[in-house]
């Protein structure tokens, strides 16, 4: 039997899930709520949102991607699909990797898209607003990463979105600093410095999620299981 | 090392060994604070605020040390299933946070007479703070998980996650450009603090590693019998548990 059958009818499945039962839909628009509270908050003087309008979308993604965590393994592991997974005919490494790489695609990337939107909202220019979307492009594979093995370890634990964000956020650290410091520098260019280092290190980031998530998730997910 | 896997033996052998731990504790504190706090010279520059040096040096070298002891038990414990190992990462962890937080509050106390500010978000200090956020992390998980093998699992995996954030922390003052000192003790051409200060540094780091280690001992020797209280508690009722509080008296 092929393996990418199983692994293509998961990631089909959890793909239609997020976006029929509107998790997609509702962390797109909470990402956009925070956005618009920006203005209200600090005022709408052009340079000052130049200066802080990226590293605010930046934790405004990182906001919303912590709200979907959640219910990444705790539904599954609650409807018994996770049993199934570990009995599946596919690798159970390449399933968890699937469920990261779905959680992605279906949170990671429209919100960098809608990032770009965001950026010219707050009066970025669009170089800037590219630049910044870049940069999420960039990290949001990190933070689908990590943020699956912290969901994967805390699935069990109930009313655990608390724990979740508190085990998560320092893992999110180096994201925000590296990707929040490039996006920022973009929008305010003082040659000759340049993003690239920046992105550079938030690239290498990513990779080092991704690396401990396929060491790591398929423990985390089978943990739950037994 | 394989013996001590070996519960009774570690009993046995921690037994021997406290005695003595705790006693080289006291002795190590006992010369190190007055060198420290009284005998030792003001810096030319710092005068006496120099002196928190030896309250937060040890703390900050044994914290992401402590970490790193808990990690390779979590690796032991959840590769190797290592019989002692869960308990010993389990009675790292609390240690290993108050260690930091002592670091990051005397570092706080110095930094305001010497920089002019209590918190500067350098690369050495976040990451150290992020590193006391990864410690009550993996303390919350695995308290919050009710099944005791899960909850070991939990949290070793996570701390698996974080060791990460070693060598950033160690390799922060290097890497950008800080306001936190870089290594004054190991170094190539050996450590460049003077004899008068090295010495009762020395002193301090060895009181805080004897007094982690007496600690732990005495954690881990405590889980234990715990665990075998619940256990047999759980089998034969509360003539057990009589019998296991009256061995151990």
Redesign the interface.
Known sequence: MSHAHPLIALLKRDLTLAFRTGGAGLSLAFFLLVIVLLPFAAGTDPALMRRIGPGVIWIAVLLAVLLTLERLFQADLEAGVLDLLVAAPAAFELLVLAKALAHWLAIGVPLTVLAIVAGLMLGLSLDAALALAFTLFVGTPGLSC?GA??GA??A??RR?SL?LT??V???Y??FV?FGAGAATLAANPTPPETPLPAILLLGACSL?AAL?ALL?LP??VK??VD | MLTLANPAKFMALSARLLPWLLGLTVVAFAAGLPLALVFSPPDYQQSEAVRILYIHVPAAILAPLVYAGMAAAAFSH?VWRAPLADIAAEALAPMGAVLTAIALATGMLWGKPMWGAFWVWDARL?SVL?LF??Y??VI??RQ??EDQA?AA??SE??T???V??LP?IHFSVYWWNTLHQRSSLFRAGGPSIYGSMLWPLFIMILAYTALVATALLLRMRTMIIRRRIKSSAGREGSRAVVREADAHA
């Open positions: 990590t093995i912290a370890l805390t069990g634990v655990g724990l508190l085990l956020l320092p893992l650290a180096p600093i080092a401990t790591l423990s985390a943990s739950q | 959840l976040t992020v956020f990864i009550l992390g919350a998980l919050s998980i899960k699992r939990a995996i996570l698996l996650v974080g990460i954030d950033i």
